[in-house]
């Protein structure tokens, strides 16, 4: 496991913070230049299985089969240094948590649309073994990435369906229906639970898996044992190349799907591809971690029905899973909920943003349709043949 403070950082989030506005894009975004038509794929990303879709498009060679040239992805060290990067021009394809594309979208009026979704799932509650339910955890603290994560979305959601109030103390006592929620880096959350100085933690994976073999905790719920198929990560892309370059762009994104399709075929080589002991070395996590998310087994699925980590068994959610259409009702959806849940900083842009708009302003569907009529449809994803769903939220 790192142990540097890599994600997620407070420094991380301030400096975000100032990005995300209209007067801290500006000067990124004028110094952005034309974009030659042969300009190489350039992704950014953070090390964790939210990027694989790229990763895997990179390092199987599907951007080559497209015609195109691909560097090497570039790793960063926080979710600010990815939007600066985007922003300058200096990385062009990234991948970012949904809720912090409608910040920059709407908060900075970033010129960049979500084009894809980089997968599904992918997360989950975290805690200390004596937490056994969502209400054990009043009058304890609990750690999230980011304000504006999925994560923190579908943990107050939890904890208002059990009657817990977020609340963000520096010190003072928290009352027992009262659950406090502290900014963590993912690679800190594993020893803070060890050392019993949080009570759990909500967290994109590998980290939670990384709780279970490291034996510090287990999985209380998966997110995606809370709503169905929830997006995480999105992939996002400036619309001058998507208006300018649709040729280049319409290639990138039929890499991410094939891309897709192929990860959900080969498991276990996807695991052994983003690990540690991969020649790239994309992620800093070992084989035995990423295959415990991207390939449990039936015994464990059948444990976590048991232990109440799996409430909807019947939803045969994988802990994480791909499938790269952007349904509309997800992000419609995910501005109410933003709406209702607590994120510091200057959230007017948030309260003043109509979700159904967003839901038809955010996303460009445009590329991804043609990429998955190429691949055989929706249903080579196992989904059935519709650009239209129902959202499934029950805490």
């Not at 997800?330 to 109509?354: I, S």
Request: overall charge negative; aromatic content about 8%.
């Amino acid at each position: 496991m790192p142990t540097d403070d890599f994600l997620f950082s407070r420094r991380d989030i301030v400096k975000l913070s100032a990005l995300l506005t209209a007067s801290g894009a500006m000067p990124f975004l004028s110094s952005r230049k034309a974009r030659a038509a042969d300009e190489p794929v350039k992704i950014g990303y953070l090390p964790i299985t939210d990027a694989t879709p790229l990763l895997v498009a990179h390092g199987k060679g599907f951007f080559e089969a497209e015609g195109l040239q691909a560097e090497k992805p570039i790793l960063f060290r926080g979710w600010s240094q990815i939007v600066e990067a985007f922003l300058a021009g200096q990385v062009n394809v990234v991948h970012l948590l949904s809720p912090i594309t409608v910040w920059a979208r709407y908060g900075s009026q970033t010129p960049a649309k979500a084009v894809a979704w980089n997968h599904t799932s992918g997360s989950g509650l975290s805690v200390a073994y004596d937490i056994n339910s969502v209400a054990d955890l009043g009058g304890k603290t609990v750690a999230i990435p980011f304000w504006y994560s999925i994560h923190n979305v579908v943990l107050q959601k939890l904890l208002r369906e059990n009657g817990l109030k977020s609340v963000t103390r520096s010190s003072g006592q928290i009352a027992p229906d009262e659950v406090n929620l502290l900014i963590m880096a993912p690679s800190d959350m594993v020893p803070a639970l060890a050392a019993g100085q949080i009570a759990g933690y909500i967290v994109a994976e590998p980290f939670n898996a990384a709780a279970e073999v490291n034996q510090v905790g287990k999985v209380l719920r998966f997110t995606g044992d809370v709503w169905k198929d929830h997006a995480c990560c999105v992939v996002f892309m400036n619309e001058q190349d998507l208006n300018e370059r649709p040729e280049w762009s319409q290639k990138v994104v039929n890499a991410m799907v094939k891309a897709q399709l192929w990860t959900r075929d080969n498991r276990a080589e996807t695991a052994q591809l983003l690990s540690s002991a991969n020649e790239n070395k994309y992620t800093p996590h070992s084989p035995e971690i990423l295959s415990r998310v991207l390939t449990p087994t039936d015994e464990d699925l059948a444990e976590y029905v048991k232990t109440g980590a799996i409430k909807h068994p019947e939803w045969r959610d994988r802990r994480i899973d791909f499938q790269p259409y952007p349904f509309p009702t997800y992000t419609e959806e995910l501005v109410k909920l933003l709406k209702e849940t607590h994120v510091e900083g200057d959230r007017a842009f948030l309260d003043e943003l109509d979700p159904a708009f967003a839901a038809r302003d955010l996303v460009d569907d445009r590329f991804v349709k043609k990429a998955i009529a190429e691949v055989g449809g929706l249903q080579a994803f196992g989904l059935a043949d519709s650009f239209d769903r129902q959202e499934v939220i029950e805490a």
